[in-house]
C-alpha cells in the first residue's frame, strides 16, 4: 500500500526556475525522505528529514515538514535540465522496530533548457 | 564494495519458469528491502528484513514470491510460475538502522 502521496503528479518548468513537490501521508512518522530517481532504475536518497524537525536544507534543496498536517515539501531552486527525474517521498512509521520504507507514487518533474 | 549489487540487471524469462534474483547489500547494513516498480509507477513494498528479526513480508503478491536473506548478508527474491504480470523492474535497498536506504540499479524482468 502507498503511504505517501506527491503532488503534482507531472511538473514542467523552465531552467532556472523553482520547483515545489508536495507529499502527504497519513500515519505517525519517524522521518520522512526525499529520493530522486533517473531512468527507472536506481533511486538515489536526496534528504531525510525526522518528525521533530521543521525545516531542513542541501545545496539548492529545501524540505520542510508539518506533522500536524501530515505533510511535507521538496523545493528545488534555480532548477537545472540535469533535475530532470522522478522525484519520490518515503517514510518511516513511528514506534516498535519496524522500519518498513513505504514509497509514494512520485512526481515526474522535466526541466526545459 | 562499494554499493548494493542487483544480478542480473536483466532477465528475460518463458511464462511459468521460475527466476532467482539476487541482492548484494553493503556491508554492514541491517535493513535490506525488494521492492517492484512497473513501468511509471511508484515502488511497490514486497518485503523488508531487520537484522535477525522475522521479515515482514506484507507486500509479497502472491506464494509465488518468496525471499530470503542469511543474516545480514546476500539476499535472492524468487519468483515461481512466472506470470506476464510479473514483469518490471524489481529494485533491492539496504540501509543501516533508521537511516537512509541505498539502492542497487535493479533486475529488469521481462515474462514473455
Known amino acids: 500500500s502507498q503511504q505517501g502521496e506527491e503532488d503534482p503528479q507531472a511538473l514542467s518548468i523552465q531552467e532556472g526556475e523553482n520547483a515545489t513537490m508536495n507529499c502527504s501521508y497519513k500515519?505517525?512518522?519517524?522521518?520522512l525522505q526525499w529520493y530522486r530517481q533517473n531512468s527507472g532504475r536506481g533511486l538515489v536518497h536526496l534528504i531525510l528529514?525526522?518528525?521533530?524537525?521543521r525545516e531542513k536544507h542541501s545545496g539548492r534543496l529545501r524540505v520542510t515538514l508539518d506533522t500536524s498536517k501530515k505533510s511535507s515539501s521538496l523545493l528545488i531552486t534555480a532548477s537545472r535540465a540535469a533535475d530532470t527525474a522522478s522525484y519520490f517521498c518515503?517514510?518511516?512509521?513511528?514506534?516498535?522496530?519496524?522500519?518498513?520504507?513505504?514509497f509514494g507514487k512520485g512526481t515526474l518533474l522535466t526541466v526545459n533548457p | 564494495g562499494a554499493g548494493v549489487s542487483q544480478s542480473p540487471s536483466n532477465k528475460v524469462t518463458e511464462k511459468g519458469k521460475d527466476v532467482e534474483l539476487r541482492c548484494d547489500p553493503i556491508?554492514?547494513?541491517?535493513?535490506l528491502y525488494w521492492y517492484r516498480q512497473r513501468l511509471g509507477q511508484g515502488l511497490e513494498f514486497l518485503i523488508y528484513?531487520?537484522?535477525?528479526?522475522?521479515?515482514?513480508k506484507s507486500g509479497l503478491p502472491s506464494d509465488r514470491f518468496s525471499a530470503e536473506r542469511t543474516g545480514e548478508s546476500v539476499s535472492t527474491l524468487t519468483i515461481q510460475r512466472t506470470q506476464q504480470e510479473d514483469s518490471a523492474v524489481y529494485l533491492c535497498?539496504?540501509?543501516?538502522?533508521?537511516?537512509?536506504?541505498?539502492f542497487g540499479q535493479g533486475t529488469r524482468l521481462t515474462v514473455v
Open positions: 535497498a539496504s540501509s543501516p538502522y533508521y537511516n537512509e536506504a541505498f
Open positions: 500515519t505517525s512518522i519517524n522521518n
Open positions: 528529514i525526522r518528525s521533530n524537525e
Open positions: 518515503a517514510t518511516v512509521d513511528s514506534g516498535g522496530s519496524n522500519y518498513k520504507l513505504t
Open positions: 556491508s554492514g547494513h541491517t535493513a
Open positions: 528484513f531487520q537484522g535477525n528479526s522475522a521479515p515482514d
